[in-house]
């Protein structure tokens, strides 16, 4: 669509200057001494062309544009809704990953509108951050249960190739998310989630076990994050994931999860193209903790009365 307007902006562009030519060239060739009316008149007849095409032009980027605007807008409208079919199977198949992503999307949304980021994108960008997950829920440990742990294995290999499963996730969500025709800046995100960082639980179970591996075979194939949407996204997935390990109980553990997490993805350098400012960083990290804190209130409240 782009590409037709731009042709047709040249085209008219070209239509004009050959129109000009041609008349200053027939002047030349017959000798004709242009009388100074038609020459005003041919004047007028080129600034007019001018006009039209630039209002003409003007007028058909600007529609489009804010077509294009609606048409995401409809989008992202639909994929917001819970009753979205995907966001139905995530939560029948899927049922640890499904509440994983209402926390990611509730942590990062918060800290989206304290810094003036997109905070729809982001609220409904977490919804489907890994949908890509659905290929093989079993396979991530907030959808398994204790039994699957005894079943698991330590040879070099069997780690190595679960590590290749759990990184295929972002690949298997982009896919899903293009076949459900899911918003452009969705699908970013969601190839964008894990950066290239590490899948650190099975490199470290490696390295604790001393088995030969290769670091490069636990490393997500990235990009790292290229908006803030996209680093507010990638932030409040790992600090809701640790939390999850962890369970925190008191105030003192969740800002140990949220600032340990902050400073392992700048050490990273999983931020650095995201633009997101020191400043908003630390803006950031603060409304994470409280938004931590909210998740885990209760069970907080909970320990502090036993103690009691
Ligand atoms: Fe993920
Ligand atoms: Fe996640």
Same mark, same amino acid.
């Given at each position: ?9 040249? @085209?008219?562009?070209?239509i004009?200057? /050959?129109f000009i ?9 017959a000798s004709i ?6 020459l ?6 080129a ?11 003007? @007028?058909?980027?600007?529609s489009s544009?804010i077509a294009?605007?609606?048409?995401t807008?409809r989008?992202?409208?639909?994929a917001?809704?819970l009753?979205?079919?995907?966001? /139905?199977r995530?939560?029948?198949? &899927?049922p640890?990953?499904?509440?994983h992503?209402?926390n990611v999307?509730?942590? #990062?949304?918060?800290a989206?509108? #304290? ?5 729809l994108? !982001?609220?409904?960008?977490s ?5 890509g997950?659905?290929?093989?829920p079993g396979?991530?440990?907030?959808n ?9 294995e330590? =040879?070099?290999?069997?780690?190595? =190739?679960?590590?290749?499963k759990? +990184? ?8 899903? #998310? ?9 699908i970013?995100?969601?190839s964008e989630?894990?950066?290239?960082s590490k899948? /650190?639980y ?13 670091? *490069? ?5 990235g990009? $790292?994050? *290229? =908006? ?6 990638m932030? &409040?997935?790992? +600090?809701? #994931?640790?939390a999850? &390990?962890?369970q925190?109980?008191n105030?003192?553990?969740i800002n140990n999860? !949220?600032?340990t997490t !902050?400073?392992d $993805?700048?050490?990273?350098e999983? /931020?650095?193209? =995201? ?9 950031v990290?603060n409304?994470m903790?409280?938004a931590?804190?909210?998740? @885990?209130?209760?069970?907080?409240? @909970?320990?502090?009365k036993n103690? &009691?």
């Amino acid at each position: 669509m782009k590409k037709t307007k731009t042709k047709f902006f040249y @085209y008219s562009i070209s239509i004009l200057a /050959l129109f000009i030519f041609i008349f200053l060239f027939i002047s030349y060739v017959a000798s004709i001494s242009v009388p100074s009316h038609a020459l005003k008149i041919a004047i007028w007849l080129a600034i007019s062309v001018i006009m039209a095409v630039a209002i003409t032009y003007g @007028y058909t980027l600007t529609s489009s544009t804010i077509a294009d605007a609606m048409f995401t807008l409809r989008r992202m409208i639909r994929a917001e809704n819970l009753s979205n079919p995907l966001l /139905l199977r995530l939560s029948s198949e &899927a049922p640890g990953t499904y509440h994983h992503s209402l926390n990611v999307s509730n942590i #990062a949304q918060k800290a989206a509108k #304290a810094i003036g980021a997109n905070s729809l994108l !982001v609220r409904v960008a977490s919804y489907y951050h890994d949908i890509g997950k659905l290929n093989e829920p079993g396979l991530y440990v907030e959808n398994q249960s204790p039994s699957d742990f005894l079943a698991e294995e330590n =040879s070099a290999a069997w780690i190595r =190739s679960n590590a290749k499963k759990i +990184i295929s996730h972002v690949e298997s969500g982009v896919k899903i #998310a293009k076949e459900a025709k899911l918003p452009n800046d969705i699908i970013e995100i969601i190839s964008e989630h894990h950066g290239d960082s590490k899948a /650190l639980y099975f490199y470290r179970r490696a390295q604790e076990k001393k088995l030969k591996i290769r670091a *490069s075979d636990f490393v997500y194939s990235g990009p $790292k994050p *290229s =908006s803030r949407e996209s680093a507010i996204i990638m932030l &409040a997935d790992c +600090i809701e #994931a640790h939390a999850r &390990a962890v369970q925190p109980e008191n105030t003192e553990a969740i800002n140990n999860i !949220v600032e340990t997490t !902050v400073h392992d $993805k700048l050490k990273e350098e999983q /931020l650095k193209d =995201s633009g997101l400012t020191t400043k908003e960083i630390i803006t950031v990290s603060n409304v994470m903790k409280e938004a931590l804190l909210a998740i @885990y209130h209760q069970r907080i409240n @909970y320990v502090v009365k036993n103690e &009691a």
